[in-house]
């Protein structure tokens, strides 16, 4: 959940202020062919080009933003057992799973929260809660851990830069588009842009752009069942069972902290039209195996959790 938010979070922040400075410049303008016809073409190109960048802008900002708002501290060189302990586990995993040594850092929070973020999948970073670290045995943090690293080594963060850059695309255009209509038609300007048109972008994309992320948190809940499969041959099905198990008995009750209240993040279970904004599958039971274990895995694997 950590990871997808704080992405959408800095994706909707750089758009905001990218759509402010290009009207400020007015760059905009040059989308307004003979006053009157909005150049469609241009403006699918002009909406391609800043879609992608700050999608990608995003992603090259994720672990910066990530450390900025949770507070979390880089274990350059372990000071007590259980970081030594964190450090040479994700390493571990990192080489069962191929891919190059992450970032390791934990953060300051009562609830059993891990994530991990990065531009690259050599270059990734691994976040764990101190709640988690407290509230969890080791099989059960690695197994965690296991889950974490599959999410960098199935390459999802990028993956979720490429889907974010084209929903960012059709935000931008149509936020445009509205904006155009409402200055030609409501406030009927005949030549260039009025102020309504740069208010009502701007307000446009920002509700477009929540609204879109509804595709990104459909994604992200698709992914969650290869991570924890993942997370289940790094660490063992017994154990990934066994964290879950734990998240679904404990999660609810601990806070989350303070820096991430802010995005609205939340523990437990969505309903209704909040359920299109949860990162992970909602609860359930399911004896289909993923790929690779047969009829051993029998226990749930969609169980709703913090850690993403």
Same mark, same amino acid.
């Given at each position: 959940?950590?990871?997808?938010?704080?992405?959408?979070?800095?994706?909707?922040?750089?758009?905001?202020?990218?759509?402010?400075?290009?009207?400020?410049?007015?760059?905009?303008?040059?989308?307004?062919?003979?006053?009157?016809?909005?150049?469609?073409?241009?403006?699918?190109?002009?909406?391609?080009?800043?879609?992608?960048?700050?999608?990608?802008?995003?992603?090259?900002?994720?672990?910066?933003?990530?450390?900025?708002?949770?507070?979390?501290?880089?274990?350059?060189?372990?000071?007590?057992?259980?970081?030594?302990?964190? *450090?040479?586990?994700?390493?571990?995993?990192?080489?069962?799973?191929?891919?190059?040594?992450?970032? *390791?850092? *934990?953060? /300051?929070?009562?609830?059993?929260?891990?994530?991990?973020?990065?531009?690259?999948?050599?270059?990734?970073?691994?976040?764990?809660?101190?709640?988690?670290?407290?509230?969890?045995?080791?099989?059960?943090?690695?197994?965690?851990?296991?889950?974490?690293?599959?999410?960098?080594?199935?390459?999802?963060?990028?993956?979720?830069?490429?889907?974010?850059?084209?929903?960012?695309?059709?935000?931008?255009?149509?936020?445009?588009?509205?904006?155009?209509?409402? /200055?030609?038609?409501?406030?009927?300007?005949?030549?260039?842009?009025?102020?309504?048109?740069?208010?009502?972008?701007?307000?446009?994309?920002?509700?477009?752009?929540?609204?879109?992320?509804?595709?990104?948190?459909?994604?992200?809940?698709?992914?969650?069942?290869?991570?924890?499969?993942?997370?289940?041959?790094?660490?063992?099905?017994?154990?990934?069972?066994?964290?879950?198990?734990?998240?679904?008995?404990? *999660? /609810?009750?601990?806070?989350?902290?303070?820096?991430?209240?802010?995005?609205?993040?939340?523990?437990?279970?969505?309903?209704?039209?909040?359920?299109?904004?949860?990162?992970?599958?909602?609860?359930?039971?399911?004896?289909?195996?993923?790929?690779?274990?047969?009829?051993?895995?029998?226990?749930?694997?969609?169980?709703?959790?913090?850690? /993403?």
């Amino acid at each position: 959940m950590k990871r997808v938010l704080l992405f959408l979070a800095t994706n909707i922040a750089i758009l905001v202020v990218l759509s402010i400075a290009l009207s400020l410049l007015g760059v905009d303008t040059l989308l307004d062919e003979q006053g009157v016809d909005l150049n469609m073409g241009n403006l699918l190109v002009f909406s391609s080009v800043f879609g992608m960048g700050g999608s990608f802008l995003s992603l090259a900002l994720s672990k910066w933003m990530a450390r900025r708002l949770t507070g979390a501290q880089v274990i350059e060189s372990p000071r007590n057992p259980t970081e030594q302990w964190l *450090v040479e586990k994700v390493g571990q995993h990192a080489r069962a799973a191929g891919i190059g040594m992450p970032q *390791v850092t *934990v953060f /300051d929070s009562p609830a059993p929260n891990a994530f991990a973020t990065g531009a690259r999948r050599d270059h990734a970073m691994v976040a764990v809660s101190t709640g988690l670290l407290a509230g969890m045995n080791e099989s059960e943090i690695d197994a965690v851990l296991g889950h974490e690293i599959s999410h960098v080594a199935n390459g999802d963060m990028i993956t979720l830069t490429l889907i974010q850059g084209v929903v960012n695309t059709f935000v931008i255009f149509f936020a445009r588009v509205i904006g155009h209509l409402i /200055d030609r038609v409501v406030f009927r300007t005949e030549r260039g842009y009025g102020p309504a048109y740069f208010i009502t972008s701007i307000l446009a994309q920002i509700v477009l752009g929540i609204l879109a992320s509804t595709i990104v948190f459909w994604f992200s809940r698709q992914r969650e069942f290869r991570a924890d499969a993942g997370g289940a041959r790094l660490a063992g099905a017994t154990h990934m069972i066994a964290a879950l198990e734990r998240l679904k008995a404990g *999660v /609810d009750a601990a806070p989350l902290p303070e820096q991430m209240q802010a995005f609205g993040i939340a523990s437990g279970k969505r309903s209704g039209l909040m359920a299109l904004f949860a990162s992970r599958p909602a609860p359930r039971r399911t004896d289909r195996a993923p790929p690779g274990h047969g009829g051993q895995w029998a226990a749930p694997l969609t169980i709703n959790s913090t850690f /993403d």
